[in-house]
């Protein structure tokens, strides 16, 4: 088993790019590429099944699709057409997301996301594990059987105590975004295996640590890209409420401040990127989705980035 396995977050504005950029990952060395499903950005699971035909070995994982909009034996459906191109390929990762965004974007009810997530998560199982399922619930309801079983593993979106031990009980492991590695050290990691020991389980199911990174010695302008990129997140109560409880009293305003920053990206020469992505194992982060954050200034950052993390996923 790897020490640290590392996929890379794909950031392309259509399927095109994001095919191009899955294949640059793979030829790199990389272990998972990572797409997320927000607003109208282009479906993961389209993507992967073209990328299925023209990659080996390279993983696919979805950091997020939201669970409200879709239902889950129609996202089964999808998921299991990427498997039966690149068989035990595909890391399905689901979540409620956050209710502005539901409310807003789709006019959706966002009542008890995690409830909900509960129900979503055990119809995905029974749909991939058994090939059938035959469920009603208190949000959800599924009657099918598909034509066989897959080697599909469901993952969730998590930033707090009670998702990440839903994780832990119920899937393949529990997904963070925006997330200081003193809360995966101290909240998530521990919760998962809260989550797993309820159920019985022999192993714990992983956190997967998204890692925004910038291999560049110009921190200003790093900051000032993370800021723009991430700074929003804080407003967000679910995130607001995580920073808060990982120790970092300024997620109570509205500035990504500079502590908030240190803590979250990897930034300096490759040295020093290098040293920081060795120690995450430390926090309990062996898989990361490492994000390259595209610097205006620097479009040289990106490649360094991704050939920095494609030797050190070789030699993991």
């Not at 120790?247 to 500079?258: I, K, M, P, S």
Request: aromatic fraction near 6%; charged fraction near 20%; hydrophobic fraction near 45%.
């Amino acid at each position: 088993m790897k020490n640290l396995v590392i996929g890379l977050h794909m950031a392309a504005r259509d399927g095109r790019g994001a095919l191009e950029q899955i294949m640059a990952a793979e030829a790199a060395g990389l272990d998972v590429a990572w797409m997320t499903c927000g607003g109208v950005a282009p479906d993961p699971l389209a993507v992967f099944s073209a990328a299925a035909l023209r990659t080996e070995r390279i993983e696919f994982g979805t950091c997020i699709i939201p669970t409200f909009p879709r239902h889950p034996m129609a996202l089964a459906q999808a998921a299991q057409v990427v498997d039966s191109l690149a068989p035990g390929r595909l890391r399905l990762g689901v979540g409620p997301s956050h209710e502005p965004a539901m409310r807003a974007t789709w006019g959706l009810d966002f009542t008890r996301p995690l409830e909900h997530l509960r129900e979503y998560v055990t119809i995905l199982n029974a749909c991939f594990r058994d090939g059938k399922v035959d469920f009603t619930g208190k949000r959800l309801h599924a009657h099918a059987e598909f034509p066989g079983t897959s080697a599909i593993r469901v993952m969730v979106s998590a930033l707090r105590h009670n998702a990440f031990a839903l994780a832990g009980e119920l899937t393949e492991g529990g997904i963070s975004w925006v997330t200081p590695p003193e809360h995966i050290r101290d909240v998530a990691v521990p919760a998962l295996r809260e989550g797993a020991a309820k159920v019985g389980r022999a192993t714990v199911p992983p956190a997967v640590v998204h890692v925004p990174i910038a291999v560049s010695t110009d921190s200003a302008a790093v900051h000032r890209q993370a800021t723009a990129q991430m700074g929003f997140y804080q407003r967000l109560p679910f995130y607001r409420a995580m920073w808060l409880e990982a120790g970092y009293a300024d997620a109570a305003g509205t500035e990504f401040t500079r502590t908030m920053f240190e803590a979250l990206v990897v930034h300096g020469d490759e040295q020093q990127v290098a040293d920081r992505i060795r120690a995450l194992p430390s926090f309990g982060a062996n898989e990361i989705i490492a994000m390259p954050l595209l610097l205006p200034d620097d479009r040289e950052s990106r490649g360094r980035t991704i050939r920095l993390l494609g030797e050190l996923a070789r030699s993991a």
